[in-house]
């Protein structure tokens, strides 16, 4: 499909063709739903950690006699059932990351980048580039009216732009191999060069 370019300062750039099979699917929630679920999982740190009856500090002397108490044969403070015994079963470190087929995942971006041309969030400029001066680069953001943006560059961003962008709030910069569906969803506009428009597309032929 024919999509406008436009520049940076808002002038028309000419028009650049959008593979239907990347851009124009019918975005499907539950494919979307199953990559960022394998995204968050595999960035959770799965660290925590409680002491077992081995490991918390206590005397191993038998607290009290076997017999004649008239209580429970206990042997050890360190048993679950005492106040800051061990702990039976808790969590201990973990990767809470599961597998998911590459289709999917492949999948899974392409409808991405569907339901922000279908709900008119998406947006094509021609270059980005700028010399790294964040307050010029602010306003034309402003002007455009973008206020949580993603921008997606080809294979390398721009280092003046990056720099530029580093301090803007609600601004994001990511070449096309770290194009991902979590990034793409949480943001309201979806910024793409035309550089990053052909990497896109090369990697998900």
Known sequence: MKFDVIKLDGGKAGSVDLTDEIFDLEPRADILHRVVRWQRNKAQAGTHKVKTRSEVSYSTKKIYRQKGTGGARHGSRKAPIFRKGGIYKGPTPRSHAHDLPKKVRALGLKHALS??????????????????????????????????????????????FAQAARNIEGLDVLPSIGANVYDILRRDTLVLTKAGVEALEARLK
Do not use: C, H, P
Request: charged share 25%.
């Open 115 to 160: 339901a922000k041309a279908k709900s008119g969030a998406l947006v094509v400029i021609d270059m980005a580039e700028s010399d790294g001066k964040t307050g010029a680069l602010a306003k034309q953001i402003a002007k455009l009216g973008w206020k949580r943006a993603l921008i997606i560059d080809g294979a390398a961003v721009n280092e003046g």
